[in-house]
Nanobody
Framework: QVQLVESGGGLVQAGGSLRLSCAAS????????MGWFRQAPGKEREVVAA??????????YYADSVKGRFTISRDNAKNTVYLQMNSLKPEDTAVYYC????????????????WGQGTQVTVSS
């Protein structure tokens, strides 16, 4: 079992930055692929970014809408994955979730095995 707790959300003006954190329990965190997702009101949940586990050289994936602005990273010593969000836009407003999964491809496709409760990000114009 893996438990995930997100933090770092809040209200920020357009052009600003936030860093989200996702703290994970469990001794096998480093082997899990991790992903960040978001869901805006009235919209489906979408993948934002993902990173592989230690056996796959920490490859990353980014949705086109966030490439060049968001960076996913992980600190296995702290059992934490981060999402650095820069140049935020009003359309980035959503609840952001992190997820963990055994397979990177499945995580990117939205098939995480474990999910956090979400953290709200609001970007004002």
């Amino acid at each position: 079992q893996v438990q995930l707790v997100e933090s770092g959300g809040g209200l920020v003006q357009a052009g600003g930055s936030l860093r989200l954190s996702c703290a994970a329990s469990g001794r096998t965190f480093s082997s899990y692929a991790m992903g960040w997702f978001r869901q805006a009101p009235g919209k489906e949940r979408e993948v934002v970014a993902a990173i592989t586990g230690m056996w796959n050289n920490y490859r990353t994936y980014y949705a086109d809408s966030v490439k060049g602005r968001f960076t996913i990273s992980r600190d296995n010593a702290k059992n934490t994955v981060y999402l650095q969000m820069n140049s935020l836009k009003p359309e980035d407003t959503a609840v952001y979730y992190c997820a963990a999964g055994q397979k990177f491809g499945a995580v990117v496709a939205g098939g995480g095995d474990y999910w956090g409760q979400g953290t709200q990000v609001t970007v004002s114009s």
